[in-house]
């Protein structure tokens, strides 16, 4: 079971989280530095329902990343789209680490049309279109 749909178009990386791994953390590593050899990295994480919660230690890595994320992306965004009392501890995860590590390119999105509307304007629909395709939304 792949745990992460990663899609690049250019300096567009997007991925949705279905289990965050040392290894997926790796692979979106290589495609954030390979991106950003075209020009600044705009970095999209989508985690919903199905997404599970990472251990700590991935957590930890994860935090860790940030700042690497941040030197190679001009925006990191993290879209959550998902309900219940799990999805709420992911959330207030989340937006613990950002608060933390958080700096002005880094934001938290309900749905990604809002993140790609503000992030991307004028790619938003190529990068909708694009994600349908290869199965990161429906």
């Known amino acids: 079971m792949a745990t992460e749909i990663l899609v690049t178009a250019g300096t567009l990386v997007m991925v949705r989280w279905l289990e965050i791994t040392f ?12 991106a950003s050899a075209l020009g600044p990295v705009t970095y999209v994480g989508l985690v919903g ?6 251990s700590d230690d991935v957590r930890k890595r994860l935090t860790a990343g940030l700042d690497a994320m941040a030197e190679h992306c001009k925006t990191v965004s993290l879209v959550l789209d998902g309900t219940g009392l799990k999805f709420s501890a992911m959330r207030s995860a989340a937006a613990a680490v950002f608060l933390v590590k958080g700096t002005r390119q880094m934001k938290m ?14 790619r938003r629909e190529a990068a909708l279109v694009k994600a349908r395709s290869l199965g990161v939304i429906d």
């Open 23 to 34: 290894d997926g953390l790796a692979r979106v590593d290589v495609a954030v530095k390979a």
């Open 109 to 122: 999105y309900a749905s990604l049309d809002e993140c790609l509307r503000e992030r991307l304007p004028e």
């Open 49 to 54: 329902n199905a997404s599970t919660m990472p």
